[in-house]
């Protein structure tokens, strides 16, 4: 079979391997789709430290090809969409239901192979049935999209709270949906290009704001009454977000962290937030729970993961498909690979 392979920062080849057969409780995919978001980015420019050669990938759709001894409820045919997520089951973590948190975890596409490649084995316990209505190409999706549900529970949005998303990429935009979905008023959208800001309309914003004309952050107030936001979600990552993000707040409000930087944040002003009584979470990939409700929110047609993706290439042109995420960043969602 063929697999990509990033033997270096920036230089991804195409290469032969040998297809893998499925082992007790496995399932043998075979992967039809993969959607490259930041971290893949992180990990292609060598931001992110992997072992090379390492096969990058870890948003993906497939069809299960075989089941291992011991597998039940699935059977070859059936469309999955994949936790990348592996955890080891047995830790404290893992058994108080945090395997998000596992300390013996392996993302895959980082710490162990990912999907940008015609076949691989999981354990049964990653692999979800996809909604029948949605392409390969949108149910790769549902990845980011449990990581958003994930960070939508711990924000624990009330209905009638006020919520400001910074930054309408492709989790942003799940943000801002999934806030309106919780019944919060207003939900802002805060974002730099015109088109998200169309598109976060699309997905349920109630007022838009530019961050290119004007300061965000009394935009913010103004729409929310003077106070700020009851919840703030940052979906940029970089420091200057960060710091928006935390004036936006209402005092007693609550920061989601949902944008990652290996940047380190300067300084942080302890004495203001004490002052505010400010909540920050961070919260960290996704449980077993959140993919499973994720994938039923998208087979409730609540939310549509079609306009997410922007563009899609063949296995075979995976080097030209990470040029373009990385050097058009602004005029990408999800670039998605398909074997
Ligand atoms: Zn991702
Ligand atoms: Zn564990």
């Known amino acids: 079979m063929k697999q990509v392979v990033l033997v270096a920062p920036r230089h991804l080849a195409l290469i032969e391997a040998s297809a893998p057969a499925p082992r007790f409780g496995e399932v043998l995919v075979e992967v039809k789709a993969t959607a490259i978001c930041g971290t893949d980015i992180h990990i292609y420019t060598g931001q992110t430290s992997v072992v090379y050669p390492r096969v990058p990938g870890h948003e993906f759709t497939g069809i299960v090809e075989q089941v291992g001894e011991g597998v039940t409820g699935f059977s070859p045919g059936d469309a999955v969409a994949l936790n ?5 089951n047995n830790c404290e973590l893992c058994i108080l239901g945090k395997e998000n948190l596992c300390p013996n975890g ?21 692999v979800f049935k996809m909604p029948s209505h949605v392409s ?9 999209l449990s990581t958003v549900v994930h960070g939508q529970r711990r924000a624990d949005i009330k209905s009638g709270e006020s919520v400001a998303v ?42 838009v704001v530019s961050a290119s004309q004007g300061d965000p952050v009394a935009q913010v107030a103004r729409l929310t009454g003077s106070l700020g936001a009851d919840v703030v979600i940052e979906a940029v990552g970089n420091p200057d977000t960060v710091r928006q993000a935390l004036d936006m707040l209402k005092p007693g409000g609550r920061m989601l962290g949902h944008g990652i930087s290996p940047q380190p944040l300067p300084s942080l002003d302890l ?69």
């Open 106 to 126: 392996l993302f895959m596409g980082r710490e162990t192979d990912g999907s940008l490649r015609e076949h691989l084995t999981v354990p049964q316990s990653l």
């Open 166 to 207: 910074i930054g309408q990429g492709a989790t942003g935009l799940m943000h801002t949906r999934l806030s309106k979905l919780a019944g919060a008023y207003p939900v802002i959208a805060v974002g730099r290009s015109q088109w998200k800001l169309d598109l976060a309309l699309q997905m349920g914003a109630d007022f």
């Open 271 to 339: 004495y203001r937030m004490y002052r505010k009584e400010t909540t920050l979470m961070f919260p960290r990939a996704l449980t077993r729970a959140d993919f499973y409700m994720a994938t039923s929110l998208v087979a409730s047609k609540r939310l549509d993961l079609k306009p997410l993706i922007t563009r899609e290439y063949a296995l075979e042109e995976a080097s030209a498909a990470f040029r373009f995420a990385e050097e058009e960043r602004l005029q990408v969602l999800r670039v998605v690979i398909k074997p």
């Open 136 to 144: 390969f190409a949108e149910g790769a999706l549902i990845q980011p």
């Open 84 to 88: 990348p997520n592996l955890s080891c």
